[in-house]
C-alpha cells in the first residue's frame, strides 16, 4: 500500500561536528541540547503551568514505546506518563480480585457508560461472557479512572484508536475526561513493513533476564561462535546468557499481518480528519537524501560477523541499514533518537 506523505524533519546542525553515542544515556541527553535545545526549553517552558494530551498512532512494533521512554528522558518522570491501554486492561484483568474489592470498582461503574449493562461489560472483560465484546466504553471508563491518577501529567496514550470506529472518540476524548482543557493531538508513525519484519525476524531473548535485542539491528558486546554449527549468538551483557530467537520470529510479520492491515486503515483514517494537530514522524529517509539530513551516526547499523580462525575471534561488520519502504524506495533506517528530535521540534510548534 502507498506511504502517506510524511515529511522529511532533518536533524542536521551547522558547525556541529561531535558525534554522539546514541546508547548512551549520557551523550543522549547532550545530543538532544545539541539538536533540538530551544525547542525543549519551550516545551518545558509550557509544561510549567500546562499539560497536554496526544494520541499515538501506529503499526504494531512501530516504537510507540521506545519515543516515549526517550521523550520521558528529555522532559522527565515528573511532568510526563505514558498510557499503555494494553498493558492498562492486561493489569487490571490480572489484579481483579484485588480491584474489585477497592473503592476504584466504585468509581468505575460511575465512569461507565455504554450499550450494554456495566455487569454485562465486567462479564465480558473477566472471560466469562463470550458473547459480547469488549466494548470500547469499558475500556474509556478504564482510561478515564487511571488518567485521574496522573494530574499535573503530560499523556501520551498508546493503543487509542484499535478500531476505525473508535477514530471519533480519540477526537473528543479531551471533553470526556472532563476536568482536563489540554491541547491534544495525534502523533502518527509511519514505519515501513520490512522494518518492522525485519525487527521481528532477527529479535533474540535472554531466557534469564528476558532483555531483548536483535542480531542484526541491536547487538551485544559480546558474540559467541558456534565451530560445530558454524552459527553466531549474542551473549546478554547481563548475565552472559546465550539469548534465543522466539518461536515464530522467523515468520516476520505475517502471523501480524492482519492486525497490521488494520493498524493500516487507522492511521489513513486520521492522517485525513482535519481541525486538529498532527506530528508526523518517520523512522526512514531515501538512500539518496539521508546524508544531507542526517548525520551518520544517526542512521541505524546493520550487523553482520564472521570468524577470524587466526585470531580466534568474532570480527562485527557494521554498515548502514538499508530497507525499501513501502513504495519500493531504498531508504536507510534512523535511529530512534533523531526521530524523537522531530517528534520534540514538531511538538514545540503545535503548542506555541
Excluded at 554522539?20 to 541540547?33: C, K, V
Excluded at 551473549?235 to 546468557?241: F, I, K, Q, V
Amino acid at each position: 500500500m502507498k506511504e502517506l506523505d510524511f515529511p522529511i524533519i532533518g536533524t542536521k546542525v551547522e558547525g556541529l561536528t561531535k558525534e554522539f553515542n546514541l546508547a548512551d544515556p549520557q551523550q543522549r541527553a547532550l545530543y538532544f541540547e545539541a539538536k533540538a535545545g530551544n525547542e525543549i526549553r519551550d516545551i518545558r517552558k509550557f509544561l510549567e503551568d500546562n499539560t497536554f494530551v496526544a494520541f499515538l498512532v501506529g503499526k504494531k512494533n512501530s516504537g510507540k514505546g521506545t519515543y516515549s521512554k526517550m521523550f520521558s528522558e528529555i522532559i522527565g518522570e515528573d511532568k510526563f506518563a505514558h498510557v499503555s491501554v494494553g498493558d492498562l486492561v492486561r493489569s487490571t484483568h490480572e489484579n481483579w480480585s484485588e480491584f474489585t474489592k477497592s473503592p476504584k470498582y466504585g468509581q468505575l461503574k460511575k465512569l461507565y457508560r455504554g450499550y450494554i449493562s456495566f455487569d454485562e461489560a465486567v462479564d465480558a472483560f473477566v472471560g466469562r461472557s463470550t458473547e459480547k465484546l469488549l466494548p470500547t466504553e469499558f475500556i474509556l471508563a478504564l482510561l478515564k479512572q487511571h488518567i485521574n491518577d496522573l494530574k499535573g501529567k503530560t499523556i501520551f496514550i498508546d493503543g487509542l484508536p484499535r478500531e476505525s470506529d473508535q477514530v471519533s472518540y480519540s477526537l473528543y476524548f479531551r471533553d470526556l475526561i472532563g476536568y482536563r482543557d489540554d491541547p491534544d493531538m495525534f502523533i502518527l508513525l509511519d514505519v515501513p513493513e520490512s522494518v518492522i519484519s525485519e525487527r521481528i525476524k532477527y529479535r533474540v531473548v535472554c531466557p534469564v533476564c528476558e532483555t531483548s535485542r536483535n542480531k542484526k539491528l541491536l547487538i551485544t558486546s559480546h558474540i559467541e561462535y558456534d565451530r560445530d554449527s558454524k552459527q553466531f549468538s549474542l551473549l546478554c551483557d547481563n548475565d552472559g546468557a546465550k539469548m534465543v530467537p522466539k518461536e515464530g520470529d522467523e515468520l516476520g510479520i505475517e502471523p501480524i499481518r492482519p492486525r497490521l492491515i488494520k493498524d493500516e486503515q487507522i492511521l489513513r483514517n486520521v492522517f485525513s480528519i482535519h481541525g486538529i494537530p498532527k506530528v508526523l514522524l518517520r523512522n526512514h529517509v531515501p538512500v539518496s537524501e539521508a546524508q544531507t539530513h542526517f548525520d551518520k551516526y544517526e542512521i541505524t547499523p546493520e550487523y553482520s560477523f564472521s570468524w577470524d580462525e587466526k585470531a580466534k575471534k568474532t570480527v562485527v561488520h557494521e554498515k548502514p541499514w538499508t530497507i525499501k519502504d513501502d513504495n519500493g524506495v531504498e531508504c536507510n533506517s534512523l535511529l530512534a533518537a533523531p526521530v524523537v528530535v522531530s517528534l520534540v521540534k514538531q511538538l514545540a510548534d503545535v503548542l506555541k
